[in-house]
């Protein structure tokens, strides 16, 4: 086997063979899925570390290279684009997303119930990608304040073993939920393309930015209103 593709089927192995990205299924073919060093992303060299994850072709060209800040900024975009039908369809965002061999949702009486994990278990999560949270590449800077990420998620029929965990920062796991594979990448690829106009259109950013802190300030009323 060549280098290549030892370290392919080593960053395969790091999630059981999901995408890290969106979770969904990734084939065993190493022609038919790429690898990423989510904390070196400006330095894309093929070489063994453990912080190489698998991921999907369009789920690394989604995620591109952004820095930990505008990958938080895509995220936000992304959750109030995909809501908004009357954005998607100004902003010519109205484009299909591509699909993915989806997983099945499974019934409730299967799914591995949710658990919280020990100090040893953290510790070995957090260590996985050298506390880095896995979709944003921001530095976690302490074992407690990290989250952990189920890949594939339990509906999905992730489990809570070792393989199917990874670090992750509270924003970015609060964009993802236990969403679908397709709606988590459709939440990015909204976000990016957002993004990307933002940049280009003034008044487009502003009216976004505006939607983004409503939001946000409906989800703070409901979480107080839970209390
Ligand atoms: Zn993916
Ligand atoms: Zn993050």
């Known amino acids: 086997m060549s280098d290549c593709s030892l370290i392919k089927k080593s960053a395969l192995s790091r999630t059981d063979g999901a995408c890290h990205i969106c979770g969904g299924r990734l084939s065993e073919d190493i022609n038919k899925f790429a690898i990423h060093d989510i904390s070196n992303l400006d330095n894309p ?4 570390t453990s912080n190489n994850l698998p991921v999907h072709f369009l789920c690394k060209e ?20 995909r809501k908004e039908k009357k954005i ?22 299967k799914k ?10 953290r ?31 339990l509906r999905s029929g992730g489990s809570n073993q070792l393989s199917n965990l990874l670090p992750i920062c509270k924003i970015c796991n609060r964009s993802k939920w ?23 259109d003034n008044v487009f950013a502003i009216n976004l930015n505006r939607l983004v802190e409503e939001n946000e300030e409906r ?6 209103t839970k209390k």
Not at 112 to 121: A, E, Q, V
Not at 183 to 196: C, E
Not at 219 to 224: L, T
Request: net charge positive; with cysteine; proline share 5%.
């Open 178 to 200: 236990s969403y679908s594979p397709n709606t988590i990448y459709s939440v990015f690829y909204y976000g990016a393309a957002a993004f990307q106009l933002a940049l280009k």
């Open 62 to 81: 989604v995620r591109g290279t952004y820095s930990p800040i505008e990958w938080t900024r895509i995220l936000k975009y992304g959750i109030v684009v």
């Open 45 to 48: 060299v093929l070489i063994e």
């Open 112 to 121: 591995t119930k949710r658990i919280s994990f020990d100090t040893n278990t």
């Open 219 to 224: 989800n703070k009323s409901r979480r107080n």
């Open 123 to 153: 510790r070995n999560v957090y260590e996985k990608i050298n506390g880095h949270c896995h979709l944003c590449g921001i530095p976690l800077d302490a074992i407690q304040k990290m989250q952990i990420d189920h890949v594939r998620a």
């Open 88 to 109: 998607k369809k100004t902003c010519f965002l109205d484009v299909k997303i591509p699909q993915y061999p989806n997983l099945p949702r499974i019934g409730n009486e």
